[in-house]
């Protein structure tokens, strides 16, 4: 036990009083000075206003085209992280309402879905586009609520991408025939999909609408935190008239999940997760004849080179781990800075982390909302204590932070060793780990020493070292002077145990496709 080793913790500079004088040694006005040295702002609170789709207390199973009971009787509460509050409670699905979700699903794939033409499917797919898009800012304030992300993200990216996933498949459903020359795709079935509670409703849209665009119909499972959204999403099923079954709901936790990939009748498993659950997925598929794809966990490497523009590098570190407080598979959670230009980069990332706001997810100012659960929070926690025990300096960013709720204040480490597990694990919440590197081969180096390969970031001004870094990190994806850019026209997903199989563009619709 390392018990009596003492900890390392980093207070923030003050700002030298010589900073409130400006170049020319005249008194800078205080506002100026906070702003140019990034002192928080005293802001009046600005909550937005409350969603016209009225939070019901309790949420049943949609399936079928309806709301169901289920069949134990049993809910479980969701929480407003913010607060600790209970929202509503949510149906406990078992495998006797899996069983009713994919019998719903095949009947509706034998009858009505796998049937219809692409153009028809298409025509369901762009209202249900339309509808999301009309209902964005109402389902935001939901999502935000139950989940714990900021209402500027949950509103300007989480359901934008969402409505623009139906969109874009949308537009796919009757042009399959061009998308593979040559080749005749058809649909897989029956498709069971079970998503984490990082992104609720994008990681819904991203696994439905390529799915039914494709002629597949589903059963989702979302994660057990964040379930209220994807009912609100089976309400614009509803308005939107997609025929019963088509996609069905079942809310639960980690076995009613394992249920539906147990499921006999099931022609594909689509997963996005741990990386430990993901395995257990893979080994009890092994051997069946469902197909399976998996979008995991990342410990993804942002490589800052001596030429990099270094204000955009850092606006770019805080959009890769304190964007939706690190809960992000693809933050870049190890930072690795070319030795030159360390202190630079280490100063104006203390200064930037001071000015970021946490707390109330609904405050339109808030940068860093809450920790979408105290099990998530535990997790931030014990892996923080680790990296102190460990010997790596703990700098945070010094914030008030509510009484009441799950959060964690942005944070980073300094003096890590690429052996920390703060440097190996996924962290999944705002704490940064940076680390140095003399020449871009080290550095290729070490971001490649992981067992994940979920994405990367380069920062540097010359195009000749973005490609040959990005040509030889083994990731999935790779930013180039930006971080965490989705578009439903690229396709995501990882290398080793960042799973297999991407989602988005023509490669996402070839998963949902027996191509012969
Ligand atoms: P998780 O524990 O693996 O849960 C993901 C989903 O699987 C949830 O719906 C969960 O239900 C369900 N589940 C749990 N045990 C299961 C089992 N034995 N069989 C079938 N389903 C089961 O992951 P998480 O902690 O919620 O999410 C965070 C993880 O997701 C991170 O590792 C992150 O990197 C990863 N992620 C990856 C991507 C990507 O695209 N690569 C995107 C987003 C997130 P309950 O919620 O009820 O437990
Ligand atoms: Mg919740």
Not at 34 to 44: S, T
Not at 368 to 386: F, M, P, T, Y
Request: aromatic share 8%; hydrophobic share 40%; glycine share 10%.
């Amino acid at each position: 036990m390392k018990k009596n080793k003492p900890r390392k913790i980093v207070s923030h500079d003050v700002i030298p009083s010589v900073m409130s004088a400006s170049s020319h040694g005249a008194p800078v006005p205080p506002a100026e000075r906070i702003l140019r040295f990034g002192d928080r702002w005293k802001y009046a609170p600005a909550p937005e206003a409350p969603s016209d789709l009225k939070l019901r207390s309790r949420y049943e199973l949609f399936i079928g085209g309806k709301f169901v009971k289920p069949s134990s009787g049993k809910y479980f509460p969701s929480i407003n992280p913010a607060n600790e509050q209970q929202l509503a409670e949510i149906a406990l699905g078992n495998a006797a309402d899996v069983e009713r979700a994919v019998k719903a699903a095949r009947h509706a794939y034998d009858h009505v879905w796998g049937k219809m033409s692409g153009r028809e499917r298409g025509k369901y797919l762009f209202r249900i586009a339309r509808l999301i898009q009309e209902k964005i800012r109402d389902l935001a304030v939901l999502e935000s609520l139950d989940g714990g992300k900021t209402i500027r993200e949950s509103r300007n990216i989480d359901l934008p991408l969402a409505a623009a996933h139906f969109f874009y498949h949308a537009g796919w459903a009757d042009k399959l025939d061009y998308a593979f020359a040559g080749r005749r795709p058809r649909p897989l079935g029956v498709v069971g999909q079970i998503i984490p509670w990082n992104f609720p409703m994008l990681m819904a849209a991203w696994k439905l609408a390529p799915a039914l665009a494709c002629g597949n119909t589903c059963v989702l499972k979302p994660a057990e935190t964040t379930s209220i959204t994807a009912l609100h999403l089976a309400e614009i099923f509803a308005e939107a008239d997609l025929p019963e079954g088509v996609v069905n709901i079942v809310t639960g936790a980690g076995d009613t999940g394992a249920a539906l990939v147990n499921h006999p009748d099931i022609d594909k498993i689509a997963f996005t997760g741990s990386t430990d659950v993901g395995k257990r997925i893979a080994k009890s598929l092994a051997g069946t004849r469902k197909k399976l794809t998996l979008e995991l966990g990342g410990k993804a490497a942002n490589i800052v080179c001596e030429d990099a523009p270094i204000d955009q590098a850092i606006e770019g570190i805080i959009q890769g781990i304190y964007f939706n407080q690190g809960h992000v598979c693809c933050a870049g959670s190890r930072l690795f800075v070319q030795e030159g230009i360390v202190e630079p980069v280490i100063r104006r990332l203390r200064n930037r982390l001071r000015s970021l706001r946490v707390g109330d997810p609904l405050d339109k100012n808030t940068d860093i909302g809450a920790i979408n659960s105290r099990e998530q929070l535990e997790r931030i926690r014990s892996l923080v204590e680790s990296g102190r025990e460990e010997g790596a300096e703990y700098h945070e960013a010094p914030c008030e932070l509510p009484a009441k709720g799950y959060y964690h204040a942005p944070a980073f480490f300094t003096g890590v060793a690429d052996s920390h597990r703060i440097a190996q694990e996924e962290i999944f919440g705002p704490v940064l780990s940076v680390m140095t590197f003399r020449t871009p081969e080290e550095a290729l180096e070490r971001a490649n020493n992981t067992p994940y390969g979920l994405s990367a970031g380069v920062w540097t001004d010359k195009g000749s070292k973005v490609f040959k870094l990005a040509t030889q990190l083994r990731a999935g994806v790779v930013w180039a002077e930006t971080y965490n850019k989705f578009d439903p026209a690229s396709p995501f997903g990882g290398y080793k145990e960042s799973g297999f199989g991407r989602e988005g563009g023509k490669q996402g619709l070839a998963a949902y496709l027996q191509i012969d």
